[in-house]
């Protein structure tokens, strides 16, 4: 799976880029669109893409070119046998985890050092091409988005305190699962934070193989849910999911929920 998605993807970058260069021959700024495979697109397409609730935007804005993308909020998917296998396998031996049960994975880039984190909790307002719309300081668990109509999401900056008492919730917020699932924290990179702190663990993804195998270079993840059989979704942010929490964990309405992401793809 691996493999073709990198072959899918130096396509698509190569082609996108000789679109770029060929455009850059031009004297005056232009917008140029690409969806979510980094294809050229016209720009009604861009748009009713991103009215879609799978999609967001990012802009890109040069001296000389202006460049839109489409990403993916979200993603279902299923492994194919033999990368299941070497996953599980590589899980099993590296970190003692029982892949048989659900693995809910919280992915973080870099695990940062108490005092790398801000001193206090705030919130970053964005719209749909990822602008900052609005900045809101303090611990701020509700805005009501319709007052802010350009405003599409929202990330949550935590202290180094917040941090930890959010990941002790949720430990405990998934006590209920345990007997079928797990919740695990894993890093890419780490600033110097210890792996095990009291209750709490963190797993560091060797060879990045978490990240090459469920995250594609354009679309990073922040949730990743892997059921035994290999069937997957991994979502962008952790605040909201776009189909019942629980229907992911147990495997409900799975193949609606799948099909349902399939036809919104085909916009």
């Known amino acids: 799976m691996n493999i073709k998605r990198s072959i899918k993807y130096l396509k698509s970058n190569l082609y996108l880029l000789f679109f770029v260069l060929s455009l850059g021959l031009h004297a005056q700024k232009d917008t140029i669109y690409a969806d979510e495979n980094d294809f050229p697109i016209s720009k009604e397409i861009f748009n009713k893409k991103l009215s879609a609730p799978i999609y967001y935007g990012l802009r890109f804005d040069t001296d000389t070119l202006v460049l839109q993308k489409i990403k993916l909020k979200f993603y279902i998917g299923k492994l194919e046998a033999n990368t299941k296998h070497q996953l599980f396998k590589l899980l099993n031996k590296r970190h003692q985890i029982d892949t048989t049960k659900v693995l809910i994975i919280h992915y973080s880039d870099t695990l940062k050092l108490p005092n790398e984190f801000p001193k206090r909790n705030y919130v970053v307002f964005k719209d749909s091409l990822d602008n900052i719309v609005k900045v809101i300081q303090g611990p701020t668990t509700f805005v009501d988005l319709n007052k802010i109509r350009s405003v599409k999401k929202q990330e949550h900056f935590w202290s180094y305190k917040t941090f930890i008492r959010e990941q002790k919730k949720c430990m405990k917020s998934h006590v209920k699962y345990k007997d079928e699932a797990q919740v695990l924290h894993f890093y890419n990179q780490n600033n110097g934070h210890p792996e095990k702190l009291n209750e709490l ?62 036809e919104k793809m085909k916009i």
């Open 201 to 262: 663990r963190w797993y560091k993804d060797y060879g990045l193989v978490i990240k090459k195998i469920l995250m594609s270079i354009e679309n990073e993840f922040d949730v990743i849910i892997i059921h035994p059989d290999g069937d997957f979704y991994v979502q962008k942010g952790y605040l909201e999911f776009y189909y019942p929490y629980k229907d992911l964990i147990e495997k409900r309405n799975w193949e609606t929920h799948n099909k349902a992401f399939l």
